[in-house]
C-alpha cells in the first residue's frame, strides 16, 4: 500500500502507511514530533502505528544533529531473533511438551536471572566498557550479568513455529533487561532538566533532546550503543540454549546449521545515509527494511508472525493523573486509584463528539507508573487559584481550537493561556421503568441525604420505623449516582428535596451546603444531569455548592417545600462560557466574537445556538500554580474504548474532558479486561493446536486482546516483500 501525506500543518511532512485515520490525540503526537527544527526530509509512520510516550509507537524519525531519548524509549534494542532449521515437522512429534519444559528450566522469563553464568556471557567484550557507563547504573553491573540470557515479560516470548513448507523455525522476543531500561531512564530525565535550564518550549515535554556535539548527547549516543548490543547479544545467548535444546530431541544433540538467521532492532537508533545525507534515524516499534535487510513482523500468542525482506523504499525510515484525581464512572464519582484497584470491571463516562453526547465505555488498558507532577488551577476569571488538579505537564486535555474539539497537553494549554473544556451536561439513557420513577421517593430521598439520618438498629425513641422503606433507600444508595444521571426528572426532585433539607436561595443565586464528601458523589451527578453550571467553595470545614440557572429555578420554584425561591431576574450574568479566542478563526459565528478574542475575554455558549457548537461543553481557564513538585508520586492513566477520552474532577468538583495517554504496542484490550472478558476456555480454544501454558495465567495473552496481524500485514506491501508465513506449535511467555 502507497503511503498518504497527513494533511496537517507542519515543519516537516508526516508520511502514513496506517491504511486509515489517525485519532485526534495520534495526529497530535505526530505533528509534535513533524515540527521540531531538527526532523530531516519527513516523519514516517508504520502500518501498526499507535500511541506512545512522546513519540507514536510505529514511526521512524530521522533527525540531524540532535536525538530524542524519550522516543527511542526505555526498552532500548527491544527485537527479534529467528532462525530456519534443517528439519521439518514431522521431527517435532512427541516432543513439543518435553521441549517447552526444558525451554521453561533454562531460559528465565519474568523479573528471574540465571542461577548460574555460563561462559559465554562472562566473555561478552560489552563488559570491557561498563564503568564507562551512566553513574546512575554503576551498581548494576551484577544484574546485568545475570540477566544477560533472560527473556523478561509483557509480550516477550520464545516460539517454535512451522512455515507453510512444514520447515522448523525457532523464534524469540526480548530486549535489553533491566540495565537497558535504567539507563534510558537517567538520560530522559538529564534531557528533561536541561530543557527545563534551557527554557526551551517543546510541544511535549517527552521530546526533550540532546544536541549533537554536547557531552550529553555523547554520554547518551555511548550508552545507547552498549544497551543496544547487549540486547542484541541477549538474544543470541537464548537462542543457542533454544537451539541446543530442540537439537537434543531432534537430531540427538548433534549441531546443525541454520538456514536463515535474522537478529533485529525494533526499538533502536543508528547513524545511517538517507537522501544523501547522514542522519541519526529512531525506529520506535519499527523493523529497517532497506533492500534485501531482512526483518520479522511477530504476531500474539497463537497467531501467525512473518519473516520479511525489505525492499528498500526510501520514504519509510518506528502521561497521567495522581491517585486521589476523582473520574466519573457509572458509579458516578470514584478516585482514579480505586479504579486501578478494582477487582471488577468498571466503565468510564466518555464523550462521543461525532454524536454530540455522553455514553459508558470499558477501560481497554490501564497503567501507573512514579513520576513527577504539577498543578494547574482551572477557573472561568483565573482567580480561583485553589481549584486545582495535579497531573503530569503532558497529560491531553480538550480544549477548542478555531472551534474545533482538539486535544493538547495542559502545559501548552496554560502557556499559552488558554481553557479546557468542562462538560455541563450529561445525560446517560435510564433503564428505569414507569413504576420505578417515583418522584415522591427521590424528593424524601434527597431530603434524607441532605438533613437527616437512617438507623437500622432500634432505638428507644425511633423517629421512623417503616422498615421496608429504609431497606428500599439501603437498596438504592449504592446505584443513586448512576440513576441520577440517567433521569434528569428523578434529579431534579431529588435536588429540590437536598434544597429543602439543607440549600439556601439569595440574590438569584442557590446554595448548598455539603458536609460529608461521600455527598458530592449524588449531588455532582444530579448537577450534571440536568446540566447545570455549578462553582464549589470551601466553607471553614464544609463546602458550599453555588449556581444560578433560570430554567431550573423556576422548575424548583414548584418542587420545594420548604425552600422559598424568588422568581429569578428576567436577565442573569451566564455561567457557561468558552473562551472567544479559541472559538474565532474557524466557521462559528457571533456578534463581536474577533474583538472579544482580540481582548481574551469570554463569551457565552449560547451565543453559537443553531450552530455545531455542542452547548453542553463549556470552558474553564487553566493557569499553571506549582511548577513540577519535588517529589515523585503513582500517577494512573486509563485507555478508552471507542472515544478514547474521559472525566476526571479539579480539587472543588469541577468535570474535565481528557484524553488516553495509552500504553501497550498492538494490544486491542488491556490485560486486566481481557481477564475479565474471556474465560480459560477462550485460550484452550484460540491456542488449540499450540503446546503453550493453558492457565488462567496467561488469559492475559490471549490472542483475541491483540490487534489481528494480518491486517497490519495488509499495508506492508511497498516496504516489504514477506519470505516466510509462520504459525506457532510452541510458545512460552515472558
Known sequence: MPYEELKIKTQKPVLSWAGHDLASQELLMAKNVASLPFVFKHVSLMPDVHLGIGALIGSVIATKDAIIPAAVGVDIGCGMCAIQLPFKADKLDGNLKKIRQEIEEAIPVGFAENKEIEKSVTNWQGWNNFKELHKGVQDL?????????????????????????????????SGSRHIGNKLAECHINTAKNLAKLAQLVLPDRDLAYFVAGTPEFKAYWNDLQWAQNYAHYNRDVMMARFKRIVE??????????????????????????????????????????????YG????????????????????????????????????????IQDIYESSSAIKLVS??????????????????????????????????LENIITCTADHPFATYEQGKLTYQSISEIALNNSGTIIPTNINLRSDLTFEEQDSNFYYLLGVILSDGTIHYKERKEELFNDISFVEKVQAIIEELPNLLLGNPYLALHFLAGYLDGDGTYNKGIISISVGKTTMFNPLVSCLLSLGIAYKVYPNRDNFVIEFRDNNIQEKLQTLCQRLVIENPPERMYSDQLVLAKSMA???????NLNHLAKQGK???????KDQSLDLT??????????????????????TVEDNHNYIVFTKYYTPVLVHNCSHG??????????????????????????????????????????????KVMQNQSDLVEVVATLKQVLCVKG
Not at 142 to 158: E, P, R, T, V
Not at 249 to 271: D, F, R, S
Not at 603 to 608: G, L, S, V, Y
Not at 617 to 638: I, K, P
Open 602 to 608: 469570554m463569551i457565552d455558549i449560547n451565543k453559537f
Open 585 to 591: 478563526g474557524g466557521d462559528l459565528k457571533a456578534d
Open 351 to 384: 464523550y462521543n463528539e461525532k454524536l454530540q453526547k455522553f455514553e459508558l465505555k470499558n477501560i481497554l488498558d490501564q497503567s501507573v507508573r512514579k513520576t513527577q507532577v504539577n498543578q494547574y488551577s482551572l477557573s472561568q476569571t483565573r482567580r480561583r
Open 141 to 173: 553491573d551484577g544484574k546485568a550479568i545475570k540477566q544477560l540470557g533472560s527473556l523478561g515479560g509483557g509480550n516477550h516470548f520464545i516460539e517454535v513455529c512451522l512455515d507453510t513448507e512444514d520447515n522448523i523455525w525457532l523464534m524469540l522476543h
Open 248 to 293: 537434543k530431541h531432534l537430531a540427538g544433540g548433534k549441531q546443525t546449521k541454520p538456514l536463515i538467521t535474522v537478529n533485529c532492532h525494533h526499538n533502536y537508533a543508528e547513524k545511517e545515509v538517507h537522501f544523501g545525507e547522514e542522519v541519526y534515524v529512531t525506529r520506535k516499534g519499527a523493523v529497517r527494511a532497506r533492500e534485501e535487510d
Open 617 to 638: 461543553l463549556t470552558m474553564n481557564r487553566v493557569l499553571a500554580v506549582n511548577s513540577e513538585l519535588e517529589l515523585e508520586v503513582d500517577v494512573y492513566n486509563f
Open 296 to 335: 520479522i513482523i511477530p504476531g500474539s500468542m497463537g497467531a501467525k508472525s512473518f519473516i520479511v525482506k525489505g525492499k528498500g523504499n526510501h520514504d519509510s525510515y518506528c502521561s497521567c493523573f495522581t491517585g486521589e484525581t476523582q473520574v466519573l464512572t457509572e458509579f458516578g464519582l470514584m478516585t
Open 665 to 710: 504496542a498492538g494490544r486491542l484490550m488491556s490485560r486486566g479486561e481481557a481477564k475479565r472478558r474471556f474465560t480459560l476456555d477462550d485460550v484452550i480454544e484460540q491456542t488449540k493446536g499450540v503446546e503453550c501454558r493453558k492457565d488462567t495465567g496467561v488469559i492475559d495473552e490471549i490472542p483475541s486482546a491483540y490487534k489481528p496481524i494480518e
